[in-house]
């Protein structure tokens, strides 16, 4: 081997290791900025990862402004199935209650405030919902605030590892994108939406009427399934689908097996339709 290709191997070496050594300053310069940013120094919450989703023009801290009288309304138990729970201890949920309204319209009502007894709360925020899995960046920025309220306190948090918590909501989400069913029976001819109606909405179209059924939003699903067939036949008109397929006793009733079936799986997974549980997770 000539001195040249020697002196172009060393040269090649040399420009390779500044590389690798750049990219490891820059990866370590953001992951701090990241941090700071997010008021977190659990070094878990990045997971090494980019966020799903990156809105830095729209993630503005809410301010209470003149809003002293304001306080959070009461949350409904923050439930490990749905919410991703950090334990605070040290304070107490009323004394971070008075900022939590800011957390609240920050997080579109999703993040839940609840008592734990003495000087402990629970603070979450709602992973999964009709809209999927709460990104990333909203689950670092939502326990970075927790944390730094805690903090003004006196407190201290902890939660689960994020990477499980987000694990377990996806695979959540997948099931319940498979029982997040509508059931819709078109009355064409008749125009009276007044009929008596509990547990389905009625609403009117040009050719008629629209009875729909919000099955994991709606308790007792099979008899108000039942009502809703009765109702459709009281109207007197042609009952269809979407497809405007007419709709005879015997596809009704295929339909209420369905039904049925729905309410099972749901049940399966510990969510009883038009639960409060449910009311939260398919909203």
Same mark, same amino acid.
């Given at each position: 081997?000539?001195?040249? +290709?020697?002196?172009?191997?060393?040269?090649?070496?040399?420009?390779?290791?500044?590389?690798?050594?750049?990219?490891?300053? &820059?990866?370590?310069?953001?992951?701090? &900025?990241?941090?700071?940013?997010?008021?977190? +120094?659990?070094?878990?919450?990045?997971?090494?990862?980019?966020?799903?989703? $990156?809105?830095?023009?729209?993630?503005?801290?809410?301010?209470?402004?003149?809003?002293? +009288?304001?306080?959070a309304k009461p949350s409904s138990p923050a439930d490990p199935r749905i919410?991703? =729970?950090?334990?605070? #201890?040290?304070? $107490?949920?009323?004394?971070?209650?008075?900022?939590?309204?800011?957390? &609240?319209?920050?997080?579109? #009502?999703?993040? =839940?405030?609840?008592?734990?007894?003495?000087? $402990?709360?629970?603070?979450?925020? &709602?992973?999964? $919902?009709?809209?999927?899995?709460?990104s990333e960046a909203d689950r670092v920025e939502s326990r970075g605030q927790v944390e730094t309220r805690a903090a003004a306190h006196g407190g201290q948090v902890s939660a689960p590892p994020m990477r499980e918590a987000l694990a377990a909501a996806q695979t959540l989400d997948r099931v319940c994108a498979d029982v997040d069913v509508q059931i819709a029976l078109h009355v064409l001819g008749p125009a009276d939406t007044s009929i008596r109606h509990d547990g389905f909405s009625v609403g009117q179209r040009a050719d008629g009427v629209t009875l729909l059924l919000d099955v994991p939003r709606t308790p007792e699903l099979s008899r108000t399934y039942a009502a809703m067939v009765e109702a459709a036949r009281r109207l007197g008109g042609r009952v =269809?689908?979407?497809?405007?397929?007419?709709?005879?006793?015997?596809?009704?009733?295929?339909?209420?097996v369905e039904v049925e079936s729905l309410r099972g799986r749901l049940a399966e997974i510990g969510i009883e339709p038009g639960s409060p549980l449910a009311l939260r997770l398919f909203s």
């Amino acid at each position: 081997m000539t001195d040249l +290709q020697i002196g172009l191997l060393v040269i090649g070496a040399a420009a390779v290791a500044a590389v690798l050594v750049y990219n490891r300053v &820059q990866e370590r310069a953001i992951r701090r &900025q990241a941090e700071h940013a997010f008021g977190s +120094q659990h070094p878990d919450v990045l997971l090494g990862a980019p966020p799903e989703r $990156s809105e830095p023009n729209e993630r503005r801290e809410p301010t209470l402004g003149p809003e002293p +009288q304001v306080t959070a309304k009461p949350s409904s138990p923050a439930d490990p199935r749905i919410d991703y =729970v950090v334990e605070v #201890r040290g304070t $107490s949920a009323g004394a971070i209650r008075p900022e939590w309204p800011a957390l &609240q319209r920050r997080f579109a #009502r999703r993040a =839940v405030l609840t008592e734990a007894g003495g000087k $402990s709360a629970q603070a979450a925020l &709602q992973m999964v $919902s009709r809209n999927g899995v709460v990104s990333e960046a909203d689950r670092v920025e939502s326990r970075g605030q927790v944390e730094t309220r805690a903090a003004a306190h006196g407190g201290q948090v902890s939660a689960p590892p994020m990477r499980e918590a987000l694990a377990a909501a996806q695979t959540l989400d997948r099931v319940c994108a498979d029982v997040d069913v509508q059931i819709a029976l078109h009355v064409l001819g008749p125009a009276d939406t007044s009929i008596r109606h509990d547990g389905f909405s009625v609403g009117q179209r040009a050719d008629g009427v629209t009875l729909l059924l919000d099955v994991p939003r709606t308790p007792e699903l099979s008899r108000t399934y039942a009502a809703m067939v009765e109702a459709a036949r009281r109207l007197g008109g042609r009952v =269809v689908d979407d497809n405007g397929n007419n709709l005879d006793e015997r596809a009704l009733a295929a339909i209420g097996v369905e039904v049925e079936s729905l309410r099972g799986r749901l049940a399966e997974i510990g969510i009883e339709p038009g639960s409060p549980l449910a009311l939260r997770l398919f909203s």
